[in-house]
Structure formats: C-alpha cells, structure tokens
C-alpha cells in the first residue's frame, strides 16, 4: 500500500519523520522511520532515507508500507557468491526476496546487498540489475561490475546470447518428454501475464529431467526473457508451477522455479558459467513428491 500526501505550511521545516507522522497519523513515527531505513519513502518521487531531511511547502511525500514479516535482511560476503571475476559476479538468490528496489524498499533487496558488497571491495559503482528473477523464484543472478560489462551482458542478453537454464515443479504430467512453446505473452492485469494476442513474441523450451506420479521436474531454457514467461507458459500447457496460486499452482511453502545456470561469452571470449544449488525448500518438496534432483 502506497500512502501519498503534500506538505504545507505546517510541515515546513520540521524533520520528514515528524512531518510525515503528522500527514500520515495510522503510521507510528517508528513504524514511519523504519520505512524510511528501508528505502520506501520518497519525496518529490526521489527516494529519501534520511529521516532528518527537512520538508518544505509544496513535498510530496510517498510512503510504502510494507508487512514486517517481509523484510528480510540480506548480506552477501565474497564466500556466498557463486561467481566473481573483474568485470562480474553471480549470487544464488533466495526466494521471497525482491530482486531490486520497489516502492516499499530499497534495503533487504539483492541489488540493495550487492551495492553493498560492492563499496566494501571499495568500488564506487552502483549495482546494475540488468535482468531479475521474481520474488518467489530463486537461483543465479549476474550483476556487471563496471558500465562496460553491463553493456556487454545487457547486449548479449537482447540478442538471446545468455543461455539460462530453470528447474520447475509441477503437479502434472506433461504429454511430450521435450516440447517448445512459441506462444506471445502480453500483460492481462496489474500482477498478471498470459499468452495473448496481441503480445511480444516468447519462446521457452522444456524437457522432462524426472517424473513420481503425478509429479515432474521439468527443465526450462527460455529463448526470450519476458516477465513471468516461464510460468506463462507451463500453465499455457496445463502444468502450473507448484506454488504459483496466481497462475493456478496448487498451495506450497514457495513457488518452485529456480534458475539452476547461466551462461555467456565475455567480451574476452571466456565462457562465463554460474550454477545455484537450489534451497531446503525446493529439496524438500522435491523428496516429498518423489522426485530425483540431478547431481
């Protein structure tokens, strides 16, 4: 929920926590500051995360209130990466956890965490998310360390030169052990995409890696990289993610789609690979369906 109010000449040259208290009373001038820490606060529409800033006149102030049991704090050292070189690094991302900043927050976020990580290696360059995973998804992200690798990655990424691989649950049996879907996703509400027409072109391969009654792992390489394409399209064929109730899933501790690997050529002709083991919760409900992870 988003809260929006305009200081007047009341609010002028108080602090911006004791002036929003005053343009928001539901909210706490804890509850108002801890908003503010997070990064869910603006002013003017630029984020502020000083609570002393002082108002004037005329502010627009934006508060973002978010449940507390959502936050959850993240920190990377360079022994949770999955990848570092010069030019990139990789993290396993863990799911419930926003891959960059929204209107809510700012801190507790991957790109939070890994700007962080950055300034302590004493880089004065920002965390660029040039791709994400959803909330509910776990596994590789890559983040450039400079402006030149994000160029080259964001590039290779447009030209459909990253090769990412996905493990999926589902609670179904598919009809083909390999099977493309080239089907046009478009946006259908607020939260929620589905193959339309009209709608961006998206294709995503699939295969069966194992099967236990009426359960599959299913293994995606999607070609295109449009928002919810995965989920899209297995529920496109009838095989909603586990987890994934927006889009049909039966219920489940999270939604299980994890991106095990990434894949591309740097601007040196290495091949830059990151695999992610997937998290206790995927295992677990992988070993309660039956289903057989790969080494």
Do not use: H, N
């Given at each position: 929920m988003i809260l929006i109010a305009r200081a007047g000449e009341e609010q002028a040259a108080l602090r911006l926590d004791d002036g929003a208290r005053e343009l928001f009373p539901q909210l706490s001038k804890g509850e108002i500051r801890r908003i503010i820490d997070l990064g869910g606060c603006a002013v003017n529409q630029v984020m502020v995360r000083v609570a002393s800033r002082q108002l004037r006149a005329g502010d627009e102030i934006a508060i973002g209130v978010m449940e507390q049991e959502r936050f959850i704090d993240v920190r990377y050292s360079r022994d949770d990466l999955l990848y570092e070189d010069?030019?990139?690094?990789?993290?396993n991302k863990a799911p419930g956890i926003n891959s960059q900043r929204t209107p809510y927050q700012f801190k507790g976020t991957v790109e939070y965490a890994v700007g962080q990580y950055l300034k302590e290696l004493g880089s004065a360059e920002p965390a660029r998310v040039i791709h994400r995973l959803d909330?509910?998804?776990?596994?590789?992200?890559f983040f450039p360390k400079t402006k030149a690798a994000a160029t080259w990655i964001s590039d290779r990424l447009k030209a459909g030169e990253v090769e990412k691989v996905y493990w999926a649950v589902v609670?179904?049996?598919p009809e083909e052990?390999?099977?493309?879907?080239d089907a046009p996703i478009g946006k259908q509400s607020k939260f929620r995409y589905g193959v339309t027409i009209p709608g961006r072109a998206s294709v995503t391969d699939f295969r069966v890696i194992a099967t236990a009654g009426r359960a599959a792992l299913?293994?995606?390489?999607?070609?295109?990289?449009r928002t919810h394409q995965i989920r899209v399209h297995l529920t496109h064929?009838?095989?909603p993610i586990l987890g994934d109730q927006p889009y049909g899933g039966e219920t489940a501790p999270r939604m299980m789609l994890h991106c095990r690997r990434m894949s591309?050529?740097?601007?040196g002709d290495k091949t830059v690979t990151a695999s992610a083991p997937p998290?206790?919760?995927?295992?677990a409900a992988c070993a309660e369906l039956g289903l057989t992870l790969p080494d």
């Open positions: 010069r030019s990139y690094l990789a993290i909330r509910g998804t776990s596994g590789v992200m609670t179904d049996l052990e390999e099977w493309q879907v299913i293994e995606a390489r999607p070609k295109t990289g064929c009838g095989l591309f050529v740097d601007r998290d206790e919760l995927f295992r």
